[in-house]
């Protein structure tokens, strides 16, 4: 009789884990880069990705200085409250060696994971690269008319967000594998 009891509860809770893996419809991806970071929302329809521009933004830490750095957490809170974004995928620098990234990325990346309302989380930089090298590169345009360096950050930033929304799919299909 507890065999029959023990299979009937692992049942219920395999259909409980069924039913809320479910995979969001948004992912934001954010890339910094010296004073700069590109945050891109993408939106998933059925097996398509698409960007939202209205939840998009590209911010800038105007100075070294602690008004500075309080002007734009103030901005990205003001953007981030007004789209509605809870998690952020940020793609992290290397930490030692040659590229690292300089102080003012760091505060960026300070100031952002100080927001309470959102919860971001720190992929590196080689996942995403074989990520992209497995897959290709199977990301949205980015926004019309930008110059060389702020495309690249957007490219970046989108195929992070892209590799957000691989690793969501592929735990969805995990956990429903599990029953």
Known sequence: MTDSLGKFMLSQNQQIKRRTTSIPSHFTGATIFNREIAILTLERKGDTLRLCPEASAHLFLKGRTCDALREFQHEA??????????KIILRGGPESGQYTGGPLGYKI?????????IDVEIVHANSVNAWQRRYGRAAPATIPGLKYAARQLHQTAIATACYAEAEARAAALRAQGMS
């Not at 990346?109 to 309302?117: D, N």
């Open 109 to 117: 990346e300070a100031a952002l994971q100080l927001i309470s309302s």
């Open 77 to 86: 809170q003001q953007f981030l409250r007004g789209t509605a974004i809870t």
